[in-house]
T-cell receptor, first 110, second 112 residues
Framework: AQRVTQPEKLLSVFKGAPVELKCNYS??????LFWYVQYSRQRLQLLLR??SRESIKGFTADLNKGETSFHLKKPFAQEEDSAMYYC????????????FGTGTKLQVIP | NAGVTQTPKFQVLKTGQSMTLQCAQD?????MYWYRQDPGMGLRLIYY???????DKGEVPNGYNVSRLNKREFSLRLESAAPSQTSVYFC???????????FGPGTRLTVL
């Protein structure tokens, strides 16, 4: 069974401070991991995926298979980063099942 | 493209009533999903459909049924609504060999 754990329900940081949103997973195969973001009154949207190793809006995330983690990081938080962030894992087999974590609300204090 | 659309946007039901949540996508995607979002619980998968004609249970399927009517449409039915089904319901779709799931705007359901 695949599982995604986001240990923090709420993370509050000051503007300009570094941000790290934690995500740990359990999966028997080779994981495909994503971060999704939901801004206030908007629909959920993809932020980034581990395969592309990209940086979006200053955010990066590295897959650490040894620690089974996929933490989301940004060196300097902005007020517009305040949102709900979800880590997700997709089944790389035939079923295409996607499992989300419980989410972390990021609050950037001006 | 409208992307993923859901109807209705809001609904209030009484315990025991039934209703169907509709979802449609115009991106020719193969996979479609239904999630519920609850405070402190995040997004939980109810049912998904990897392709037209197939459906599978997710984490919390009890009390729900789904129909993949065709490639575009994936409906979620509550046969006898319960207060525990008060939630925000999201539909999503994903194309073959594509990473991204595209989400609908959600349906806010209240069961009294």
């Amino acid at each position: 069974a695949q599982r995604v754990t986001q240990p923090e329900k709420l993370l509050s940081v000051f503007k300009g401070a570094p941000v790290e949103l934690k995500c740990n997973y359990s999966y028997s195969g080779s994981p495909e991991l994503f971060w999704y973001v939901q801004y206030s009154r908007q629909r959920l949207q993809l932020l980034l995926r581990h395969i592309s190793r990209e940086s979006i809006k200053g955010f990066t995330a590295d897959l650490n298979k040894g620690e089974t983690s996929f933490h989301l990081k940004k060196p300097f938080a902005q007020e517009e980063d305040s949102a709900m962030y979800y880590c997700a894992l997709r089944d790389s087999g035939g079923y295409q099942k996607v499992t989300f974590g419980t989410g972390t609300k990021l609050q950037v204090i001006p | 493209n409208a992307g993923v659309t859901q109807t209705p946007k809001f609904q209030v039901l009484k315990t025991g009533q039934s209703m169907t949540l509709q979802c449609a996508q115009d991106m020719n995607h193969n996979s479609m999903y239904w999630y519920r979002q609850d405070p402190g619980m995040g997004l939980r998968l109810i049912y998904y459909s990897a392709s037209e004609g197939t459906t599978d249970k997710g984490e919390v399927p009890n009390g729900y049924n789904v129909s993949r009517l065709n490639k575009r449409e994936f409906s979620l039915r509550l046969e006898s609504a319960a207060p525990s089904q008060t939630s925000v319901y999201f539909c999503a779709s994903r194309g073959l060999n594509l990473d991204t799931q595209y989400f609908g705007p959600g349906t806010r359901l209240t069961v009294l």
